[in-house]
């Protein structure tokens, strides 16, 4: 079909199958950052909770202020006082 086309088609066979997730901390704040990589839904998100839908598991942080900074193709980013990141895995619905 074209060269975007099958680009888009590569990054969502990988977005089924990979997922990284970066947590920096900063040693001199509370405030901490996390990455993550190919997620395709932000599921639930408020400021002392957000839930991401990611390779068939939901990912949830928790914290005090949570503030999804961005979302994109590549990934989302959240930062905050992050205090907790739980993996559901057989809740997955990505």
């Not at 001199?28 to 993550?36: A, G, H, P, Q």
Request: charged fraction near 25%.
């Amino acid at each position: 079909m074209g060269i975007l086309y099958d680009k888009l088609a590569a990054l969502d066979e990988l977005s089924t199958r990979e997922c990284v997730i970066t947590i920096r901390m900063n040693s001199s704040s509370d405030m901490s950052e996390i990455y993550v990589e190919n997620c395709r839904k932000v599921l639930s998100c408020d400021e002392e909770f957000i839930t991401l839908g990611v390779c068939r598991t939901d990912i949830r942080i928790s914290g005090t202020p949570l503030v999804l900074e961005n979302f994109g193709v590549g990934g989302v980013k959240i930062t905050g006082k992050i205090s907790s990141v739980d993996l559901n895995c057989s809740g997955g619905r990505s």
